[in-house]
């Protein structure tokens, strides 16, 4: 399960995005990005980011640690800007919250001078499971990943899964190739891409996968399909289980992407 904290002051707003997370002091003396169950992508955009967060950190890949916030109310009623004096007052409960990497900035692979050193083994793992999350928020022109420390961090999942927001609690297109992949940011630079499929398979075993899917709260998952918290994670998992197993069709996309590139 995830750790809890609680927001203590919301310090800025990041505009980058839709959603508009913010920069928040917790009681644990820690800073967290946080978004919101309120923000118009809804809770499900929480339940990628902690579902498929939490997989890529099980996977060893390069992810700050997550946390559920409990966010009170009360720290959104003296906000001046109404925008985010109604989406904070609207998020009053747990929101999804992600360690703020000081003094990170965008990556970039154009402008960050020792990117050429990155393994490329890494970066086909990132290509691999993000073939496996469906992740279409990889491109150059949003790559959603920082640089920190010269370390690659990846962030901002919300996007990843996103079958789920039209999604009838059964396994119709698991096994889907998805061709986004090949615009993925990192593609050009990765090692092979179904040389990782062993590592993929071991590291999405179930265990793995239900602890994912367990560290959701259970307001977090909203109908259609219309199952109890139980039921909704069960079949969740499964579907989860379903992806990890089709990985010779996307992994072979992806793979099949990557030749044509070079």
């Given amino acids: 399960m995830l750790r809890r904290v609680a927001a203590t002051r919301y310090v800025v707003p ?109 970066m086909a793992r990132v290509v691999a499971f993000d073939a496996f999350a469906q992740n279409m928020d990889r491109t150059a022109k949003n790559p959603n990943m920082l640089w920190c420390t010269d370390k690659l961090w990846l962030i901002d999942h919300g996007a990843a899964l996103y079958w789920q927001h039209d999604w009838d609690g059964g396994l119709g297109g698991v096994s889907s190739p998805f061709a986004l992949i090949a615009r993925h940011v990192l593609l050009p630079r990765a090692g092979s891409i179904t040389g990782q499929a062993a590592w993929l398979r071991a590291g999405l075993g179930d265990e793995a996968i239900a602890a994912a899917v367990a560290a959701v709260p259970d307001e977090w998952w909203t109908g259609p399909p219309a199952l109890e918290p139980g039921a909704y994670r069960a079949a969740f998992a499964a579907r989860l289980r379903a992806r990890r197993d089709a990985m010779a069709i996307y992994l072979g996309e992806a793979e099949g992407a990557r030749a044509r590139g070079l």
Avoid: C, T
């Fill in 14 to 122: 990041l505009r980058e995005g839709g959603s508009l997370p913010a920069v928040m002091e917790a009681d644990d003396g820690a800073v967290y990005v946080v978004k919101f169950r309120g923000a118009g992508q809804g809770p499900r955009a929480l339940v990628a980011e902690v579902v498929v967060g939490e997989l890529a950190r099980g996977l060893g890949l390069p992810v700050p640690e997550l946390v559920i916030v409990a966010v009170d109310a009360a720290l959104g009623r003296n906000e001046p800007d109404p925008e985010i004096r109604a989406l904070v007052v609207g998020s009053a409960g747990d929101n999804a919250g992600m360690g703020f990497l000081s003094g990170a900035i965008n990556f970039d692979p154009a402008a960050i001078r020792d990117v050429g050193g990155l393994d490329p083994a890494l």
